[in-house]
């Protein structure tokens, strides 16, 4: 593509597209909107990236940020002026959080027009607080090749905010005048049009090197934590770009120390279980017993990535502060217990290298891993002959069973609230290399249906894990359906309310519990499915399930509804601890 000389706006928001097109960009989601004209016509003419339009800011914003989860690049955003920006803020905020790149270009009124009523005008400029990398407001338009040398030098930066040192969000204030549709102004020949873009683009060149913060004393740290005989290593949410390494790095590391290795739903661990012979998985049960309590306390643990959803876990930890060790190669401070803790800020592919490579003569004790091998292995014995031959429709067995009957290398989203601390609960170790996504950044239901679909698109089969409230949130997210590609098969827990909440002293205080926290909505999901002309499937029994999941669907959005009673599986669930602990 060539730039689009027709008007200033027009050649502005070519020059924007072309170079996010040399920089790599693929994908483009585009709300509509007046102000942001230019930009939708460039970013629409263009035939490199892929431009998606999607109604609602909102549902577009989780959408975009599903599609950078799942490519690891940036994903840009375009929306109109006025309060439409406001509709990306939580979206914006989990990408913060979660290290997700996305590039936002709000388009906005001119100066003048700021401060005096105009429609559809509102203060965007630094909009998103303290939450993007780097934030600008960029110059109107501007046909002088010294302007639209600053404005390519202003995309370039922005592209590599997005993504280093740490990955997140950009986010670009666009002024425009009119006209803002592509009417001829500027009557440049064609030699100057020539001149104009050998001079911007002759000699591009953009190298971005990847930035790696390497602790030059853990090695001395290694040779410490040898000389311990209880320590843990625990897997915490993480979602790596190179699972397999990941899990590799962590199976090298519990080898060389003998430590045993808590591994989280969220990370790539449990699902990579044939690398690590040290994995336990049920620790939150472990941890409340009171002798398994105090007979496991650890000198040290190693965290890798952020802690587990586990309160469980998080609250022996914190009673005895114990020293941790925080792995990460982000630059945040991932202590939320505030204990006795050291982060190391190395990537995995370091830590990988570096372990390959270290020399483990120092011998070791083993009594300790043995101890909590011997306890897991007769937790999960019971566990699963007591979960298995369950009939009834326990929303905690769907997680269980997912595991285990999914084929390899499928790519599931687990949504918050009780899905993700089920999958915690109950899902199995396994050598399946499944892809798992989530949104564990803020820890909000929000945009839970558009992230999953970003996570989808152009994707065979995609299994989304969610309840029925956090589903309803975002219904919108359906409005993508016309233009979706793709595979996502919604696992739809209906319990009818908020499950969550069962498990908080709340739900004592009967007289405003119901209306005010769980909040039911009595939604037929057949016919909403309908609406929205989305495949639909009640499952009325586990062979039903069983049998679909051998059977996967490979295109469209297919909704499974499963019908669950939140206060019969809060019960079971506290039962289920006493029998098998």
Not at 67 to 96: D, H, M, Q, W
């Amino acid at each position: 593509m060539s730039l689009d000389f027709r008007n200033k706006n027009i050649l502005w928001s070519s020059l924007i597209v072309e170079t996010f097109t040399k920089l790599g960009l693929e994908y483009a989601i585009i709300s509509p909107g007046s102000r942001s004209t230019p930009l939708t016509v460039a970013f629409a003419e263009n035939k490199l990236i892929t431009s998606i339009p999607i109604l609602d800011e909102r549902s577009a914003s989780f959408f975009a940020l599903g599609l950078a989860k799942r490519t690891n690049k940036p994903v840009v955003l375009i929306c109109t002026s006025g309060t439409a920006g406001a509709n990306f803020y939580s979206a914006i905020i989990e990408a913060k959080y979660s290290h997700i790149p996305l590039i936002i270009l709000t388009a906005d009124r001119p100066f003048q027009l700021r401060n005096c009523h105009a429609g559809q005008t509102i203060n965007q400029v630094n909009l998103y607080g303290s939450y993007p990398n780097w934030q600008t407001e960029l110059s109107l338009p501007s046909a002088e090749l010294e302007d639209l040398f600053y404005l390519r030098q202003n995309i370039i930066y922005g592209w590599e905010k997005a993504q280093f040192p740490s990955k997140g969000v950009v986010h670009f204030n666009i002024p425009f005048t009119e006209p803002l549709v592509p009417i001829e102004q500027l009557n440049f020949n064609q030699e100057k049009q020539d001149f104009i873009q050998k001079q911007l683009f002759s000699n591009f060149h953009l190298s971005i090197s990847s930035f790696t913060c390497v602790n030059q004393d853990f090695i001395n740290y290694l040779k410490h934590w040898q000389t311990l005989t209880k320590g843990i290593i625990i897997a915490g949410v993480d979602s790596p770009s190179q699972p397999e390494l990941y899990c590799d790095a962590i199976a090298f590391l519990a080898h060389i120390l003998g430590f045993p290795v808590l591994a989280e739903a969220l990370s790539p661990v449990r699902n990579y279980s044939h690398c690590n012979s040290h994995l336990i998985t049920t620790y939150d049960t472990i941890l409340r017993d009171e002798q398994y309590r105090e007979k496991l306390i650890p000198e040290i643990a190693i965290l890798i990535g952020e802690y587990p959803t586990s309160k469980e876990l998080r609250k022996w930890l914190n009673k005895h502060k114990i020293t941790t060790y925080i792995i990460t190669e982000f630059d945040d401070n991932f202590d939320a217990l505030h204990s006795n803790s050291q982060h190391l800020r190395v990537s995995y592919e370091y830590l990988f290298s570096l372990l390959k490579t270290y020399s483990n003569n120092q011998p070791y004790d083993l009594k300790y891993l043995h101890r909590w091998l011997e306890i897991d292995n007769k937790i999960s014995l019971k566990l699963n002959q007591e979960i298995g031959n369950n009939n009834k429709l326990f929303e905690g067995k769907i997680a269980w069973l997912l595991s285990q009957y999914l084929p390899e290398k499928t790519t599931i989203f687990i949504a918050n609230s009780m899905s993700v601390r089920y999958a915690e609960f109950f899902w199995q170790k396994n050598n399946k290399k499944y892809d798992i996504y989530f949104s564990r950044g803020a820890n909000g239901i929000d945009g839970t249906l558009s992230t999953a679909l970003g996570v989808a698109y152009k994707q065979k089969i995609t299994i989304l894990l969610t309840g029925d409230l956090a589903l309803l949130h975002d219904t919108n997210g359906f409005l993508i359906n016309n233009h979706f590609q793709g595979c996502l098969i919604i696992i739809l827990i209906n319990n009818n309310g908020g499950g969550i909440f069962e498990m908080l002293p709340i739900s004592n205080y009967e007289n405003v519990f119901e209306n005010y926290f769980a909040t039911p909505q009595n939604i037929n999901f057949q016919q909403l499915a309908k609406t929205y002309n989305i495949q639909y499937q009640l499952i009325q029994n586990w062979q039903n399930l069983e049998k679909n999941l051998s059977n996967l669907p490979s295109q469209n959005i297919h909704i499974w509804e499963i019908q669950t009673n939140r206060k019969e599986d809060m019960s079971y669930l506290k039962q289920l601890n006493s029998i098998i602990n």
